[in-house]
Nanobody
Framework: VQLVESGGGLVQPGESLRLSCAAK????????MGWYRQAPGKQRELVAT???????KFADSVKGRFTVSLDNAKNTVDLQMVSLKPEDTAVYFC?????????????WGQGIQVTVSS
């Protein structure tokens, strides 16, 4: 299983950006997909996740600005980010908890850079 991320880049404060992640390979069932991020010198932190059942979690710092959506049929997750701030600058990692063979396990993408700067 591979998680393939796209959509990062450089934007100015207040602008929007959309990240996409596709889980590819032999997948039986996806339980959770979402995004984490890691800024320079900081630990990786949860940004937003969503489950197959539609339960979502957001970091307090992104509530009201970011939305996360899971396409169960395509095994993709999107992160729509609006009103971006310089403190959103980080490498964003796609995350998935899914079943490929027999038991669920965690998978991570390679990471994609998001830079918010004027």
């Amino acid at each position: 299983v591979q998680l393939v991320e796209s959509g990062g880049g450089l934007v100015q404060p207040g602008e929007s950006l959309r990240l996409s992640c596709a889980a590819k390979g032999s997948i039986v069932l996806v339980y959770t997909m979402g995004w984490y991020r890691q800024a320079p010198g900081k630990q990786r932190e949860l940004v937003a996740t969503t489950t197959k059942a539609g339960d979502t979690k957001f970091a307090d710092s992104v509530k009201g600005r970011f939305t996360v959506s899971l396409d169960n049929a395509k095994n993709t997750v999107d992160l729509q980010m609006v009103s971006l701030k310089p403190e959103d600058t980080a490498v964003y990692f796609c995350f998935a908890n899914l079943v490929s063979t027999f038991i669920p396990r965690d998978y991570w993408g390679q990471g994609i850079q998001v830079t918010v700067s004027s």
